[in-house]
Nanobody, 127 residues
Framework: VQLQAFGGGLVQAGGFLRLSCADS????????MAWFRQAPGKEREFVAGIRWSDSSTYYADSVKSRFTISRDNAKRTVFLQMISLKPEDTAVYYCAAARNRRPIASTISRQDTYDYWGQGTLVTVSS
């Protein structure tokens, strides 16, 4: 599994960005993919996740109604559409893939659910 995240950048508050994460590995058998983020001086936290079996989506309370996670099966890619961005959304965003576990609602936000991680893409929201 090789995860590559794209789409970060500098945006003003209220603006939008779309992050992409492509799995370029040989065989795609992820059970779920997710986005996490880590702000300066803070712990990495769950942002959004999607289960591949039924496309169920899950969000952190702080991003609900502003962020949307989606997938493209053919491209083996997961997206994170972010609107109404706030300065507190500033962070390095990481995508992650769960292959050895089948997450449920109570585990999809846990970092130890995921086996593979991308390199991160920086999102900076200016006030």
């Amino acid at each position: 599994v090789q995860l590559q995240a794209f789409g970060g950048g500098l945006v003003q508050a209220g603006g939008f960005l779309r992050l992409s994460c492509a799995d370029s590995g040989r065989a795609f058998s992820n059970n779920a993919m997710a986005w996490f983020r880590q702000a300066p001086g803070k712990e990495r936290e769950f942002v959004a996740g999607i289960r591949w079996s039924d496309s169920s989506t899950y969000y952190a309370d702080s991003v609900k109604s502003r962020f949307t996670i989606s997938r493209d099966n053919a491209k083996r890619t997961v997206f994170l559409q972010m609107i109404s961005l706030k300065p507190e959304d500033t962070a390095v965003y990481y995508c992650a893939a769960a292959r050895n576990r089948r997450p449920i609602a109570s585990t999809i936000s846990r970092q130890d659910t995921y086996d593979y991680w991308g390199q991160g893409t920086l999102v900076t929201v200016s006030s």
